[in-house]
Structure formats: structure tokens, C-alpha cells
């Protein structure tokens, strides 16, 4: 081999060298990008929990399909009624939905309850269908309360106002998180 022939093959060792140290460069880049956007996820996960928690109607559906008979505190800071299981099913109607406000006056504030946290269930289904956040870091905490409200009397209710209203993408949210809580 001439000297021109060992130069080139330096220059081909170097370059293979340099390519192969790009590659293992770029992988590491990816793997630390991965890592920073599934930190993200949880960290929006755990966002979106602590907000729920934080908000007054939404967390009282929440207590709502969990609890029977206490009472609630309203936006206005005055307390409910005590209110039962039947009394808030009966508050959640589609017909006849023309509330006494003597019988039924804690009806609106149940209605508002349960309107944000569909609303609520609608946007995280979103999130999870677009990457923003994972559906198994939001089990733990909405599980046994989609179980709750797919039970058979409480979905034939839910279901009615979740349609009448337009929270479709609330099914999603409850199965999924129902399903996830089987596994």
C-alpha cells in the first residue's frame, strides 16, 4: 500500500468513527427526549388531578357517585341539603327537567356538578387520544369512580344527561378508566 492508500483509509477509520459517535449521539438525544416528554405526561397528569381536586363541582360529582346522604358546600360558600343517591339521579332527569326551587333546590348546583365534570372528562379523553397525556397515570385516581358511574342504575342516568348534553367523549374516559382499573 502507498502512502495515499493509508491516508484514505485513516480518513475512511475517522469518518466511520465520527459517523458511528453521530449515531450513538443522536439515540442518546432521542432516549433523553423520550424521557423529558414521559416526565411531562406525568407531570400534566398529576396537573390535571390536582385541578379536578381543587375544583368545587367537579370534585363533588366525584363524592357524589362515592357517597349518599352528606351534604355539600356550594360555590357561595352556604351548605346543601343533605343529598341521597335517589334525590341526585332524580336532579340529573332529562324530562321533566323543571326543578321547584323549594323541593329541589339544590338541583342546579348538582346539574353544574356534574356539566364540569363531564366537561372535565371530555378534555382529558382528548388529551390522552393526542399524546399530552398517558391514561395510566390518571388509573389510580379515576378508576373506582368510572367503576361507579358505569354501574348499571348510575350509567342508565349519566348516560342520558352525558348524551342530551353532548359529552360524548365522556364514554371513552369512563370505559377506558373502567377497563384500566380491571387489568
Not at 99 to 128: K, S
Not at 143 to 167: I, N, T
Request: net charge neutral.
Amino acid at each position: 500500500m502507498e502512502a495515499g492508500d493509508w491516508i484514505n483509509l485513516a480518513g475512511l477509520v475517522i469518518a466511520t468513527g465520527l459517523a458511528v459517535k453521530g449515531l450513538i449521539e443522536y439515540r442518546s438525544s432521542i432516549a433523553e427526549k423520550q424521557r423529558a416528554l414521559r416526565w411531562q405526561q406525568a407531570e400534566t397528569a398529576r396537573e390535571i388531578i390536582e385541578a379536578l381536586r381543587g375544583n368545587l363541582h367537579a370534585s363533588a360529582a366525584l363524592k357524589m357517585l362515592d357517597w349518599t346522604g352528606i351534604t355539600y358546600r356550594k360555590p357561595d360558600g352556604t351548605a346543601t341539603a343533605q343529598i341521597t343517591t335517589a334525590q341526585r339521579r332524580f336532579m340529573l332527569r332529562i324530562e321533566g327537567a323543571i326543578f321547584d326551587p323549594e323541593a329541589e333546590r339544590d338541583a342546579e348546583f348538582v346539574r353544574d356538578c356534574f356539566d364540569r365534570l363531564f366537561e372535565d372528562c371530555c378534555l382529558i379523553e382528548a388529551y390522552i387520544a393526542s399524546g399530552l397525556v398517558k391514561a395510566e397515570d390518571l388509573t389510580a385516581y379515576f378508576c373506582h369512580y368510572m367503576k361507579l358511574a358505569a354501574a348499571p342504575d348510575e350509567a342508565v342516568v349519566l348516560d342520558r344527561f352525558a348524551r342530551a348534553y353532548g359529552y360524548k367523549a365522556f364514554f371513552g374516559f369512563r370505559d377506558r378508566m373502567r377497563r384500566a382499573g380491571q387489568a
